[in-house]
């Protein structure tokens, strides 16, 4: 089973439902990106930041090399981090991510946060991570519209084909939109039934950016985390919203929460190395959730985000 695409502004067809690559560890990485392709996924989310595109890059290879798939129908994501930002320093670090991964274009890259870092050298640290050993955050001056000229060159130069942005508010995408050459054709944010942004969302879908969400589970992600609020929120998989629309459908409570956003056009991203998981998270187009189900979805909204530097002790309140 492959999903369905969706239609991007910069032409391009991008997949409805990808696979996540945070979080996946080095040794089980290369393995993990050749059964998410075997089991038919497409898209394959990945970053700087998750140290872990080397193996990502062995994965797509052997399963190129053994014809499961071509490198055309597959489509990778990658992200610029933050240390990154200065005009002079995104062709260089997206082309040495291009060779880690052992490609010569992205599908889609994007701003990973709105938040310019201090440069670190490769050589010196990589991934670089929000702050060096000493903990300090050491913050850069380049503005979004710096950064956003950088990757619109990465389009001229063909190494993305499309570009993209996340974490961003309203408020700074009509800033970016006021002077891309080239739109941002994606929005990534943390997306699930307690935080749904609706107004976020609606105002980039009028602009013709599609919405993908990112940790669609809510608080599960941030468990592994040992995040407390996570630790404190109810589960969505047990919660009767949720469980009454899995019964009725005859599907899990991961899949009835990923078809709440694949039904309103927003890409999903989830990850799993359970065989079973892969192809269930794959199976979440082509049935419908019905409207009574989905106006029950808007009463769950808790305005609760999860994936906020202020939670991981970073002074850095991007979302206030
Ligand atoms: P996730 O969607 O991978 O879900 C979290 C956990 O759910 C996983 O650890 C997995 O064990 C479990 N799970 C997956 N499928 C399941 C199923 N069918 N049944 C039961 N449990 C299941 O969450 P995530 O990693 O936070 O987000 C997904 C992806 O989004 C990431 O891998 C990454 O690519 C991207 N992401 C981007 C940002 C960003 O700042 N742009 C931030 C976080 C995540």
Not at 53 to 67: T, Y
Not at 108 to 121: G, T, W
Not at 122 to 127: D, L, V
Request: hydrophobic share 40%.
């Amino acid at each position: 089973m492959t999903s369905p695409t969706t239609k991007l502004n910069s032409g391009y067809e991008m997949p409805l439902v990808g696979f996540g690559l945070w979080k996946v560890n080095n040794d089980t990485c290369a393995d993990q990106v050749y059964s998410a392709i075997k089991a038919g996924y497409r898209l394959l989310d990945g970053a700087c930041d998750y140290g872990n595109e080397k193996e990502v890059g062995q994965g797509i290879a052997r399963a190129i090399k053994d014809g499961l798939v071509k490198r055309e129908e597959l489509f990778v994501v990658s992200k610029l981090w933050n240390t990154f930002h200065d005009s002079d320093k995104v062709e260089p670090i997206a082309r040495k991510q291009l060779q880690d991964l052992g490609l010569d274009y992205f599908d889609l890259f994007l701003i990973h946060f709105p938040v310019a870092l201090k440069y670190v050298d490769p050589a010196e640290r990589y991934p670089p991570g929000w702050t060096g050993p000493d903990g300090k955050l050491e913050f850069s001056k380049a503005t979004i519209q710096e950064t956003w000229q950088a990757m619109e060159s990465l389009v001229d130069k063909k190494l993305a084909r499309s570009i993209g942005i996340s974490n961003f508010s309203a408020q700074l995408i009509m800033d970016l939109l006021r002077h891309a050459r080239i739109r941002p054709a994606t929005l990534q944010i943390e997306h699930h039934p307690y935080l749904q942004q609706q107004e976020l969302v609606k105002y980039a879908q009028n602009e013709g950016i599609v919405i993908t969400a990112y940790s669609s589970f809510g608080p599960l992600s941030f468990i592994e985390l040992n995040m407390s609020s996570a630790e404190n929120t109810p589960a969505l998989f047990d919660h009767d919203v949720v469980k009454s629309a899995a019964t009725k459908h005859g599907k899990t409570p991961a899949q009835i929460l990923l078809r709440w956003a694949t039904q309103r056009n927003i890409a999903v991203i989830p990850k799993s190395n359970n065989p079973d998981r892969l192809s269930q998270n794959l199976d979440v187009t082509g049935w419908s959730l019905d409207q009574s189900e989905l106006d029950a979805f808007n009463g769950l909204d808790l305005n609760l985000r999860f994936n906020n530097p202020v939670n991981y002790g970073l002074y850095i309140p991007m979302f206030a």
